[in-house]
């Protein structure tokens, strides 16, 4: 099965760049998906297909992918930010989700 | 604007079998273009993907849960459902359904989860 490893928890600064690692065999090679959950709520993508924006989330989110690591950047971290953010990929016909990372802005 | 609802039963007793229901609004699970798909979340811990279904029935199944697992579309009420059996302690989750998007494979819309228990 595929893996995928995130760090348990990130923090950053208030306004500053907080950026959110997942890793896995070749990831470069796949798509990646970043998902944000806030406390009590359902996920919401912030990113797809590694750095597209959904309609709706703000420019200070981006995403690359590259070899075995992809990235979840915020700028600009805001209190509203902090959430929980899971990696996803697909491997042979399976999603699969990192263990999630938590992000605190301090 | 796609709004899924999932309806449970909230308490399971174990080796029984669990059914979730996703209610769709906005969007039409006849669709071809997206996968219905169901993902649940132990207390406390991460994300786990369970399965989807699409475009008249056609499945995928998380393979460590595939011998207990079927799914359905009910294109009548615009539904799908899940149901899991001889369930125990370790199904307790919020089941969260969840629209795939074919082509960038992702999870654009998902429901507000519903809360299972597994106990006598």
């Known amino acids: 099965s595929y893996d995928l490893t995130q760090p348990l928890s990130v923090s950053v600064a208030l306004g500053q760049t907080a950026r959110i690692n997942c890793g896995g065999n070749?990831?470069?090679?796949?798509?990646v998906h970043w998902y944000q959950q806030r406390p009590g709520q359902a996920p919401v993508v912030v990113i797809y297909r590694d750095s597209n924006r959904p309609s709706g989330i703000p420019e200070r989110f981006s995403g690359s992918n590259s070899g075995s690591r992809a990235t979840l950047t915020i700028s600009r971290a805001q209190v509203g930010d902090e959430a929980d953010y899971y990696c996803?990929?697909?491997?042979?016909?399976?999603?699969?989700f990192g263990g999630g990372t938590k992000l605190t802005v301090l | 604007q796609v709004q899924l609802q999932e309806s449970g039963p909230g308490l399971v007793k174990p080796s029984q079998t669990l059914s979730v229901t996703c209610s769709v609004s906005g969007s039409s699970i006849s669709s071809g273009a997206y996968y219905w798909t169901w993902i649940r979340q132990h207390p406390g811990k991460g994300l786990e993907w369970i399965g989807y279904i699409y475009n008249g029935g056609t499945t995928s199944y998380n393979p460590s849960l595939r011998s207990r697992l079927s799914m359905s579309l009910d294109t009548s009420r615009n539904r799908f459902s899940l149901r899991l059996s001889s369930v125990t302690a370790a199904d307790a989750a919020v089941y969260y359904c969840a629209r795939g998007r074919a082509g960038s494979f992702h999870f654009d819309s998902w429901g507000q989860g519903t809360l299972v228990t597994v106990s006598s």
């Open positions: 070749s990831i470069g090679s796949k798509s």
């Open positions: 996803q990929v697909w491997d042979s016909s399976t999603a699969v």
